[in-house]
């Protein structure tokens, strides 16, 4: 059985920083693609930022400089570091593992950015 478990998101201040992370199981890790989305209320899921299998690291524009997507095989495990963040962050965080046909999501983690 395939699982992503999302975990450290909450509420933070705006230029606070917030590491998100998300293990994997029942997949064969090393061989996925790895990505970071989000979903504001009332707006499409959105990519933030995405990781080859390789390790060759993709960032939308509005998160670049900011945020920080990583990978550790060893651990099954992807994070997304998040600084200076900001109000328009506020999003419900999914991760994504992607491999050929095969495509599974987590259940999301949020993250709340106020004041």
């Known amino acids: 059985q395939v699982q992503l478990v999302e975990s450290g998101g909450g509420l933070v201040q705006p230029g606070g920083s917030l590491r998100l992370s998300c293990a994997a199981s029942?997949?064969?890790?090393?061989?996925?693609?790895m990505g970071w989305y989000r979903q504001a209320p009332g707006r499409q899921r959105e990519l933030v930022a995405d990781i080859s299998r390789g390790g060759i690291t993709n960032h939308v524009d509005s998160v670049k400089g900011r945020f920080t997507i990583s990978r550790d095989n060893a651990k099954n495990t992807v994070y997304l570091q998040m600084n200076s963040l900001k109000p328009e962050d506020t999003a419900v965080y999914y991760c994504?593992?992607?491999?050929?046909?095969?495509?599974?999501w987590g259940k999301g983690t949020l993250v709340t950015v106020s004041s």
């Open positions: 994504n593992a992607h491999f050929l046909s095969a495509d599974y």
């Open positions: 029942g997949i064969t890790f090393n061989l996925y693609d």
